[in-house]
């Protein structure tokens, strides 16, 4: 993945404000987590020194001595488990919070903003960063107790001996800095293997919905998993060992530092005269805090991650963060009304292309489709079709110009429920298992079996389907099949306009032609507007108009003399 100057460190700013953002409602338990966290570690450094104190004293552990060591297992006890759980509360909640703005993103933003951020990079995003977000969580509180107990038992050192501290701080600075150019050089390869992350999903869902063309061609087949799958993946392998490696080659270094502070330390009681509490101090505590700096160093590399997790989900929150206005996720659809019809006044619309491309323009369109009519939109490919019908939808909103409803502008106050006039079945369309005709009531849920019988029997599918809890039984059909069970939901919804792009280009010969001569008037007779992007010229005749597009214009709109359809 190519990137431009300064585009990491605005990133990284865009990290921090989200990071910022996301933490702001769980100050309060972050509070608790640390403070609880330090009184923890606290006492952690208490115990160490109540230790040294009794090996190197006559008499042993008794006495106010034994119950201040019981008093600072407990406080060390609840200490952690109270942290532990503050920050397992705040992970979880962050962790859904996260995935609830995404989706709520997602579902507000611009549709042509959605068109441009491809599925194979937005899933990544809501899968592995979300996720690796929630792992973090689950080691954050540990980490943030070994970073206290370390800070606890430095303190107790520059206490117990600061020419001796000043040796340490020496040594831990060296160790620091390679930690450090560590971290740098890890984090630039995970940066790297998540750009790889990227394309692997991509091959994956070429080689999952591109399985059947793979089968009939073996080069492809053999240049898809070596030069993509295998590649990517080596790819990936490689740079996440070379990153993982330089923290484990640190971490190591760090390991063979404290023995050697320890060999440093008794060498220096060799050669001056030390106490023997000073000298038991700094070898126990060395070997205790061991384990913290362990803890701590090998939670970097997750750390790091999860930085580039949330720099990438500021990244997809930055691009979504202008929402559509006016989009009611929460107000339930009324009914919407059509008294007259649809149309548009001086529509134009250009797609954001790279510099130095011709753009493609849509329009001016002028157009007023009337309720009752059969209407196809024709015209060969890159004509502005589909480009129409998102607009005459209300999924683009038209750059100039304006879409009209019974004669008055389309507003973006009112784009959204004038959206709810239609009843789609796209090209690409994606058909959902559950029907939102059972929002109705109880009532209505009990009736959908009954009220879709016909539709499912007319169009040969009742055989496979049934409608069970609001619910088709199964939507794993073929591509006919599936389209035939979205013209059913069609029929159920019963909304005043219907648009149909390519419904009958999967359908054998019988379909389409039940689909064109019967279910298409039938419709229509019912009060229904229908569009219908087709390119069954043998069925022109049927249609009441005819609009052929051409280079992003209406080329002609050929209307027919009589209204009734014959046979």
Known sequence: MTSIPGSESSEGREGGAEIARLLKPFVPWIALSLVTGVCAGAATVALLRTINLVLNQEGGMAGGLLLTFIGLCLVALFGRMAS???????????????????????????????????????????????DMISDVAFVLSSTLIAVAVALGCLGYLAWLSLPLFGLLVVALAIGATIQTVAQTRGSAGFWKAR??????????????????????????????????????????????????????????????????????ILGWAAFRATEPVVLSGFVLVLLFLKGPIDMIAGALPNVGRAKIAFQRIADLSARFATPEPHLHLARPAGSARMQEGIGMRGVRYAFDVPEGSEPFVLGPIDLQLRRGEMVFVVGDNGSGKTTLIKLLLGLYAPQSGEVL??????????????????????????????????????????????????????LEIAHKVSIKDGSFSTVDLSTGQRKRLALVHAYLEGRPVLVFDEWAADQDPSFRHLFYTELLPELRAKGHLLVVISHDDRYFHLADRVITMKAGRIAQDRVRASANLAA
Request: hydrophobic letters at 40%.
């Open 84 to 130: 532990d759980v503050s920050t397992n509360f705040v992970g979880q909640r962050l962790v859904a919070q996260v995935r609830k703005s995404l989706a709520q993103k997602i579902l507000s933003a611009p549709i042509d903003a959605l068109e441009r951020y491809r599925t194979h990079r937005l899933m990544p995003v809501l899968s592995q960063d979300v």
């Open 195 to 264: 750009a790889h992350e990227d394309q692997l999903h991509k091959a994956y869902r070429a080689i999952s919905e591109g399985a059947k063309e793979l089968r009939m061609h073996r080069d492809r087949r053999t240049r898809m998993f070596g030069d993509q799958v295998e590649r990517i993946v080596d790819d990936i392998r490689t740079v996440n060992s070379r990153a993982i490696n330089t923290y484990v080659m640190a971490t190591a270094f760090g390991s063979a530092l404290f023995f050697l502070l320890i060999a440093m």
């Open 405 to 458: 409803l019974d004669g008055q502008a389309v507003t973006p106050q009112t784009r959204d429920d004038y959206r709810q006039l239609f009843t789609t079945v796209f090209s690409d369309f994606y058909l959902f298992e559950d029907l939102v005709a059972t929002q109705k009531g109880e009532a209505g849920a009990h009736a959908l079996p009954q009220a879709a019988l016909p539709y499912l029997q007319r």
